[in-house]
């Protein structure tokens, strides 16, 4: 299957490149003609391209934030539960045996005033 072309048909092919390539094109009644729609199409495209640019973008920010905010939930409830232990009796018991407490074994006394009735 092979194609033949004939000589007018290269010809013709050949000076549609010389002309595309000195650009005289340009000045065609027809491209004058649909040049608004070109640009319109032109900005358009380049209106979607920077939507989707902004929105890749956004995601990318939005996954970083939300590590982010994984890691400090996480850091909140380690401190939480630290917190948590470090309130209990026998926590609090420990420490202050430490520093050289030691809990009393009769109850606390109320001391009354007179005006206290």
Do not use: C
């Not at 004939?6 to 595309?20: F, H, L, N, P």
């Not at 729609?37 to 979607?48: K, W």
Request: avoid cysteine.
């Amino acid at each position: 299957m092979t194609v033949k072309l004939s000589k007018k048909r290269i010809q013709k092919s050949g000076y549609a490149v010389r002309e595309v390539l000195r650009g005289s094109f340009i000045g065609h009644p027809v491209i004058i003609r649909n040049l608004p729609f070109a640009l319109y199409v032109t900005g358009l495209s380049l209106l979607a391209i920077w939507g989707a640019h902004r929105a890749e973008s956004r995601v990318k920010e939005i996954s970083k934030k939300v590590v982010l905010l994984n890691e400090l939930e996480s850091e909140y409830l380690e401190a939480k539960s630290n917190l948590m232990k470090m309130g209990t009796e026998s926590s609090v018991r420990q420490r202050s045996q430490a520093l050289g407490l030691v809990p009393s074994h009769r109850a606390p006394a109320r001391i009354e005033s007179p005006g206290d009735e």
